[in-house]
Protein backbone atom coordinates (compact mmCIF):
# COMPACT_ATOMS: atom_id res chain seq x y z
CA UNK A 1 0.00 0.00 0.00
CA UNK A 2 1.61 3.21 -0.96
CA UNK A 3 0.00 5.60 1.04
CA UNK A 4 2.06 8.86 2.27
CA UNK A 5 0.36 9.74 6.09
CA UNK A 6 1.45 12.91 7.35
CA UNK A 7 0.21 13.49 11.07
CA UNK A 8 -1.02 16.11 13.01
CA UNK A 9 -0.48 16.29 16.60
CA UNK A 10 2.50 13.64 18.06
CA UNK A 11 0.61 13.14 21.37
CA UNK A 12 -1.15 9.85 22.43
CA UNK A 13 -2.72 8.53 19.68
CA UNK A 14 -0.52 10.25 16.76
CA UNK A 15 2.89 8.48 18.46
CA UNK A 16 0.89 5.27 18.95
CA UNK A 17 -0.81 5.43 15.07
CA UNK A 18 2.84 6.13 14.03
CA UNK A 19 4.72 3.12 16.19
CA UNK A 20 1.86 0.69 14.66
CA UNK A 21 2.17 2.35 10.91
CA UNK A 22 5.48 2.10 10.82
CA UNK A 23 6.15 -1.21 11.97
CA UNK A 24 3.89 -2.42 9.50
CA UNK A 25 6.05 -0.48 6.62
CA UNK A 26 4.00 2.89 6.12
CA UNK A 27 5.23 6.19 5.05
CA UNK A 28 4.31 7.98 7.88
CA UNK A 29 5.56 12.07 8.90
CA UNK A 30 4.74 13.93 12.20
CA UNK A 31 3.74 18.00 11.05
CA UNK A 32 4.70 19.27 14.14
CA UNK A 33 3.35 22.88 14.48
CA UNK A 34 5.32 23.89 11.67
CA UNK A 35 5.45 21.46 8.85
CA UNK A 36 1.87 21.63 8.34
CA UNK A 37 1.62 22.97 4.96
CA UNK A 38 4.99 20.97 3.38
CA UNK A 39 3.72 17.77 4.88
CA UNK A 40 0.17 17.95 4.10
CA UNK A 41 0.65 19.12 0.58
CA UNK A 42 3.12 15.82 -0.14
CA UNK A 43 0.66 13.46 1.76
CA UNK A 44 -2.40 11.37 1.13
CA UNK A 45 -3.76 11.66 3.93
CA UNK A 46 -3.89 13.83 6.76
CA UNK A 47 -4.59 12.57 10.14
CA UNK A 48 -5.77 14.68 12.93
CA UNK A 49 -4.73 13.70 16.07
CA UNK A 50 -4.58 17.05 17.78
CA UNK A 51 -7.37 18.42 20.82
CA UNK A 52 -10.57 19.38 18.76
CA UNK A 53 -10.02 22.97 19.51
CA UNK A 54 -6.98 22.64 17.05
CA UNK A 55 -8.51 20.71 14.61
CA UNK A 56 -9.68 24.06 12.26
CA UNK A 57 -5.78 25.89 13.12
CA UNK A 58 -4.72 22.85 11.55
CA UNK A 59 -6.59 23.23 8.85
CA UNK A 60 -6.50 26.33 7.75
CA UNK A 61 -2.53 25.83 7.60
CA UNK A 62 -2.74 22.74 5.37
CA UNK A 63 -3.50 24.20 1.99
CA UNK A 64 -5.26 22.56 -0.67
CA UNK A 65 -6.82 19.07 0.46
CA UNK A 66 -8.68 18.06 -2.52
CA UNK A 67 -8.90 14.60 -2.98
CA UNK A 68 -7.26 13.84 0.30
CA UNK A 69 -8.06 11.63 3.24
CA UNK A 70 -8.54 13.17 6.16
CA UNK A 71 -8.28 10.82 9.34
CA UNK A 72 -10.30 12.61 12.09
CA UNK A 73 -9.42 11.02 15.51
CA UNK A 74 -10.62 14.19 17.92
CA UNK A 75 -13.08 14.08 20.50
CA UNK A 76 -14.94 17.59 21.26
CA UNK A 77 -14.84 16.86 25.15
CA UNK A 78 -15.30 19.72 27.50
CA UNK A 79 -13.49 20.43 30.26
CA UNK A 80 -13.52 18.46 32.86
CA UNK A 81 -14.72 15.52 30.87
CA UNK A 82 -18.31 16.79 31.79
CA UNK A 83 -19.61 15.72 28.49
CA UNK A 84 -19.22 17.04 24.52
CA UNK A 85 -18.95 20.07 23.00
CA UNK A 86 -20.84 20.16 19.96
CA UNK A 87 -23.82 17.64 20.43
CA UNK A 88 -27.13 16.97 18.35
CA UNK A 89 -27.50 17.28 14.98
CA UNK A 90 -23.89 17.92 14.43
CA UNK A 91 -20.68 16.38 15.07
CA UNK A 92 -16.83 17.66 15.25
CA UNK A 93 -16.26 14.84 12.63
CA UNK A 94 -18.71 17.08 10.46
CA UNK A 95 -17.75 20.15 11.49
CA UNK A 96 -14.43 18.90 9.78
CA UNK A 97 -16.06 17.78 6.44
CA UNK A 98 -17.70 21.08 6.35
CA UNK A 99 -14.24 23.62 7.19
CA UNK A 100 -12.34 20.77 4.50
CA UNK A 101 -15.57 19.84 1.81
CA UNK A 102 -13.12 18.88 -0.96
CA UNK A 103 -11.35 16.44 1.32
CA UNK A 104 -12.69 12.92 2.69
CA UNK A 105 -12.72 12.90 5.61
CA UNK A 106 -13.25 9.66 8.09
CA UNK A 107 -13.76 9.63 11.52
CA UNK A 108 -11.96 7.09 13.50
CA UNK A 109 -9.54 5.71 16.04
CA UNK A 110 -11.37 8.51 18.53
CA UNK A 111 -13.72 5.32 20.90
CA UNK A 112 -11.16 4.11 22.60
CA UNK A 113 -8.25 4.83 24.66
CA UNK A 114 -4.96 5.57 23.42
CA UNK A 115 -3.02 2.38 24.66
CA UNK A 116 -6.07 0.34 23.61
CA UNK A 117 -4.66 1.00 19.65
CA UNK A 118 -3.79 -2.45 18.19
CA UNK A 119 -4.42 -5.94 17.94
CA UNK A 120 -7.93 -7.02 18.95
CA UNK A 121 -9.39 -3.84 19.55
CA UNK A 122 -12.59 -2.82 16.77
CA UNK A 123 -11.93 0.24 14.89
CA UNK A 124 -15.28 1.93 14.13
CA UNK A 125 -14.92 4.17 11.41
CA UNK A 126 -17.59 6.61 9.30
CA UNK A 127 -17.48 8.68 6.00
CA UNK A 128 -18.89 9.65 2.62
CA UNK A 129 -16.36 8.54 0.29
CA UNK A 130 -16.55 4.83 0.03
CA UNK A 131 -12.72 4.73 -1.69
CA UNK A 132 -11.65 6.83 1.14
CA UNK A 133 -13.06 4.49 3.91
CA UNK A 134 -11.91 1.36 2.21
CA UNK A 135 -8.31 3.06 2.64
CA UNK A 136 -8.88 4.04 6.16
CA UNK A 137 -10.10 0.56 6.64
CA UNK A 138 -6.58 -0.73 5.48
CA UNK A 139 -5.03 1.89 8.03
CA UNK A 140 -7.07 0.03 10.76
CA UNK A 141 -5.97 -3.09 9.81
CA UNK A 142 -2.59 -2.52 9.70
CA UNK A 143 -2.80 -1.04 12.93
CA UNK A 144 -3.95 -4.65 14.43
CA UNK A 145 -7.34 -3.81 14.75
CA UNK A 146 -10.79 -5.25 13.22
CA UNK A 147 -12.48 -2.54 10.74
CA UNK A 148 -15.92 -1.87 11.31
CA UNK A 149 -18.10 0.27 9.06
CA UNK A 150 -19.86 2.96 11.08
CA UNK A 151 -22.10 4.71 7.87
CA UNK A 152 -21.50 8.46 6.49
CA UNK A 153 -20.02 10.98 7.94
CA UNK A 154 -22.95 11.85 9.53
CA UNK A 155 -22.61 9.17 12.27
CA UNK A 156 -19.71 10.92 13.81
CA UNK A 157 -22.05 12.11 15.85
CA UNK A 158 -22.62 8.38 17.41
CA UNK A 159 -19.16 7.65 17.41
CA UNK A 160 -18.43 10.98 19.35
CA UNK A 161 -21.01 9.70 21.82
CA UNK A 162 -19.61 6.29 22.11
CA UNK A 163 -16.47 7.99 22.90
CA UNK A 164 -17.83 9.98 25.62
CA UNK A 165 -19.45 7.01 26.96
CA UNK A 166 -16.16 5.44 26.88
CA UNK A 167 -14.40 8.29 28.47
CA UNK A 168 -16.89 8.40 31.16
CA UNK A 169 -16.81 4.59 32.28
CA UNK A 170 -13.06 4.68 32.26
CA UNK A 171 -12.84 7.77 34.32
CA UNK A 172 -16.21 9.18 36.24
CA UNK A 173 -16.77 5.18 36.69
CA UNK A 174 -13.49 3.83 37.81
CA UNK A 175 -13.17 1.44 34.96
CA UNK A 176 -10.06 2.03 34.02
CA UNK A 177 -8.45 2.81 30.24
CA UNK A 178 -7.91 -1.15 29.33
CA UNK A 179 -10.89 -1.60 28.14
CA UNK A 180 -12.81 -1.07 24.08
CA UNK A 181 -15.98 -1.61 22.32
CA UNK A 182 -16.28 -4.66 20.39
CA UNK A 183 -19.01 -5.60 18.16
CA UNK A 184 -20.32 -9.03 18.62
CA UNK A 185 -22.69 -10.56 16.31
CA UNK A 186 -24.63 -13.38 17.76
CA UNK A 187 -23.99 -16.76 16.56
N1 LIG B 1 -5.97 10.21 24.56
C1 LIG B 1 -6.83 9.29 24.10
O1 LIG B 1 -6.88 8.14 24.61
C2 LIG B 1 -7.76 9.63 22.97
C3 LIG B 1 -8.61 8.63 22.48
C4 LIG B 1 -9.42 8.91 21.38
C5 LIG B 1 -9.40 10.17 20.81
N2 LIG B 1 -8.61 11.15 21.34
C6 LIG B 1 -8.61 12.46 20.70
O2 LIG B 1 -7.44 12.52 19.91
C7 LIG B 1 -6.92 13.85 19.93
C8 LIG B 1 -5.48 13.81 20.45
O3 LIG B 1 -5.49 13.28 21.76
P1 LIG B 1 -4.10 12.98 22.50
O4 LIG B 1 -4.45 12.34 23.79
O5 LIG B 1 -3.17 12.30 21.57
O6 LIG B 1 -3.61 14.47 22.78
P2 LIG B 1 -2.19 14.97 23.32
O7 LIG B 1 -1.41 13.81 23.84
O8 LIG B 1 -2.49 16.12 24.20
O9 LIG B 1 -1.45 15.49 21.99
C9 LIG B 1 -1.97 16.56 21.28
C10 LIG B 1 -0.99 16.91 20.18
O10 LIG B 1 -1.58 17.96 19.41
C11 LIG B 1 -0.59 18.96 19.17
N3 LIG B 1 -1.23 20.26 18.94
C12 LIG B 1 -2.01 20.97 19.78
N4 LIG B 1 -2.43 22.11 19.21
C13 LIG B 1 -1.88 22.12 17.95
C14 LIG B 1 -1.93 23.02 16.86
N5 LIG B 1 -2.64 24.16 16.92
N6 LIG B 1 -1.24 22.71 15.73
C15 LIG B 1 -0.53 21.57 15.64
N7 LIG B 1 -0.43 20.66 16.65
C16 LIG B 1 -1.11 20.94 17.79
C17 LIG B 1 0.26 18.94 20.43
O11 LIG B 1 1.47 19.55 20.16
P3 LIG B 1 2.36 20.25 21.33
O12 LIG B 1 3.01 19.13 22.06
O13 LIG B 1 3.27 21.13 20.54
O14 LIG B 1 1.38 21.02 22.19
C18 LIG B 1 0.36 17.44 20.67
O15 LIG B 1 1.39 16.88 19.88
C19 LIG B 1 -7.86 14.68 20.81
O16 LIG B 1 -8.80 15.33 19.99
C20 LIG B 1 -8.56 13.62 21.66
O17 LIG B 1 -9.86 14.02 22.05
C21 LIG B 1 -7.78 10.89 22.40
Redesign the pocket.
Known sequence: MSMKIAI???????KTLARHWQAAGLDVQFTG?DR?LELASASDVLVL????E?AA??LSKAGDLTGKIIID???P?LPALEGLSVTGHDSAGEQIQRLAPNAHVVKC??T???AMIGPGADGFYCGDDAEAKQKVATLVAAAGMRPIDAGPIRNARYLEAM?MLWIDLAIKRGRGATFTFRLQDAS
Do not use: E, M, Y
Open positions: AGSGNIGRISVPWADVCTNVFNLGWA
